[in-house]
């Protein structure tokens, strides 16, 4: 599957930004998604993600309560509504696509997806 992200910009604390993620490939509906960020002189962390099966999501605690993953499988699109946005938030924002596996947790490390987007630049000024 090949990923495109999109929706990155420049927005100031407490802003609201969401970021899209289009898959070309005809079966997104098997693929747990996430997002994940890289701030400068960090590594890759997770971010949030979303099942395959049910749709359950999961988000990391710097994120809980601001930042929403959601899905539409029909448009092969995962979104992430990021809101009250803080300037720690700033990061390159990749989304991640794993094929699903009967019986496994979605993956929250990066070494648990295979296919990336390019990633998608989010500054939040102070």
């Known amino acids: 599957v090949q990923l495109q992200a999109s929706g990155g910009g420049l927005v100031q604390a407490g802003g609201s930004l969401r970021l899209s993620c289009a898959a070309e490939?005809?079966?997104?509906?098997?693929?747990?998604m996430g997002w994940f960020r890289q701030a400068p002189g960090k590594e890759r962390e997770f971010v949030a993600a979303i099942s395959w099966l049910d749709d359950s999501t999961y988000d990391a605690d710097s994120v809980k309560g601001r930042f929403t993953i959601s899905r539409d499988n029909a448009k092969k699109t995962v979104y992430l509504q990021m809101n009250s946005l803080k300037p720690e938030d700033t990061a390159v924002y990749y989304c991640?696509?794993?094929?699903?596996?009967?019986?496994?947790?979605?993956?929250?490390?990066?070494?648990?997806?295979?296919?990336w987007g390019q990633g998608t630049h989010v500054t939040v000024s102070s």
């Open positions: 490939g005809r079966t997104f509906s098997n693929y747990n």
């Open positions: 991640a696509a794993a094929l699903r596996e009967w019986g496994t947790p979605i993956p929250r490390r990066s070494t648990g997806y295979a296919y």
